[in-house]
């Protein structure tokens, strides 16, 4: 059982303490917001500033996280988080959008830091054949914490006061910050492939590239992860846009509840469906499934279709992205996983924010059922890309210890050189 290994569990309470504080901060700042910025676009502006604070930073993180003790990546990650609800409190009294900024900055930096650190931290605490239970753990901690947070933050911020929020959310990081100090993560050996390298040289994140070029498991994985992340960043608008067009609020918590509930349904069966398939192929295949949710999505005047979709779409995610980001611990060498996972944190916010953009103007040019059909042929069209590519090169990761083709690619050249 992984929830045995202390560390493992500390990790994940951690994560499902730290996502409610999360969410506690960021409907609190659209509150805060909502009182002093009446353009929706000076609002969007005003939130793409962390954002892009953090972009800049993640090449830099990703060599920290690379040449760093992961523990004190995330001790750190974490203090920089307890500091951001601080800001919020001269941002109340003095009604001051710098002071919130200020938050947002320290907010989006800290997670540009933690979140690829817990990704590169989970293969050090557990045997590599747990990858996959431990993935979808993740996973579901993560949609817990989301609903539970939503849910809380929304409470309080209808019934008490910004301030109020805003401990707890500081209250809640300090309490992490203290799991955290709990967890042991065992001493790493050195990479095969640093020691086949003589001299100790600089970490550059360029050679993130290099291995992407010659891991093909990880450019499709990558393509497929990125079709799934630029729907998602239009996920919120898509909602409301239903509650438009069925003149309901209620379709939006249903939704939310649904396809919720099925991530978590479909979580405890992934190991048992999966545990044996061949990951790359199982996780192309899967754009199809999300193609055909999409289909049923586009009947947006029915709220049975529209809930049918999302079922459908949450239990594909909940197969979905395990199996991804399993693909990514396997065939990334330990040395270079933080560059690597700081890489694709980069490429995730970029692509939600340009999401987020593209579908706002195809819901008010075009309609939400339109929207649909575009993400079910775009859907549709990498999916089979996808899977011509796995077949032709005949691409093959498992979480099986016995299979070859999960060897990282470093550790390939470490042999044949």
């Known amino acids: 059982m992984l929830f045995r290994n202390k560390s493992f569990l500390v990790l994940m309470i951690g994560e499902l303490v730290g996502g409610i504080g999360l969410w506690l901060s960021i409907i609190g700042n659209l509150q805060f917001m909502k009182h002093l910025v009446s353009s929706d676009f000076l609002k969007s502006l005003i939130l793409m500033v962390g954002l892009l604070a953090s972009v800049v930073l993640l090449p830099l993180i990703g060599r920290w996280i690379d040449s760093t003790n992961k523990k004190t990546v995330l001790l750190t990650a974490n203090f920089v988080r307890v500091l951001s609800p601080l800001c919020m409190f001269p941002a109340l009294m003095l009604d001051s959008i710098p002071w919130m900024i200020a938050s947002l900055v320290l907010m989006q930096v800290s997670g540009a830091a933690y979140f690829p650190s817990v990704r590169t931290t989970i293969p050090l605490l557990i045997q590599k054949d747990q990858l996959l239970s431990a993935n979808t753990i993740h996973m579901n901690i993560t949609t817990i914490s989301r609903i539970a947070g939503t849910a809380v933050a929304g409470v309080m911020v209808a019934q008490l006061s910004l301030m109020t929020n805003y401990v707890s959310a500081f209250i809640v990081f300090v309490i992490l910050f203290g799991l955290n100090c709990l967890i042991q993560i065992p001493k790493q050996t050195e990479d095969p492939v640093v020691k086949a390298s003589g001299p100790k040289e600089k970490m550059r994140f360029s050679e993130v590239f290099t291995l992407i070029k010659t891991e093909r498991a990880v450019l499709v994985g990558l393509v497929s992860a990125g079709m799934l992340n630029f729907f998602f960043g239009g996920f919120n608008l898509l909602i409301l846009s239903f509650s438009e067009v069925q003149q309901s609020d209620l379709i939006m918590g249903l939704v939310y509840t649904v396809e919720g509930v099925s991530i978590l349904i479909a979580g405890f069966f992934v190991k048992k469906v999966i545990g044996k398939t061949n990951l790359v192929l199982g996780s192309s295949l899967l754009l199809l499934v999300f193609a055909v949710s999409q289909f049923f999505m586009s009947f947006a005047h029915s709220a049975v279709s529209v809930l049918g979709g999302f079922v459908i779409f949450g ?37 939600m924010q340009l999401a987020l953009l593209a579908t706002g103007a195809i819901l008010d040019l075009f309609g939400t059922p339109w929207y649909l059909y575009i993400m079910m042929i775009l859907s549709l069209i990498i999916g089979v890309f996808t899977t011509f590519e796995t077949k032709r090169h005949k691409l093959d990761v498992r979480q099986n210890e016995t299979n070859a083709a999960r060897k990282p690619a470093g550790e390939k050249a470490a042999v044949t050189g």
Request: no cysteine; proline share 5%; hydrophobic share 55%.
């Open 315 to 351: 239990f594909a995610v909940a197969f979905f992205f395990p199996m991804v980001t399993t693909i990514f611990q396997r065939q990334i060498p330990s040395h270079m996983q933080g560059r690597f996972f700081s890489f694709k944190e980069m490429i995730d916010r970029v692509l």
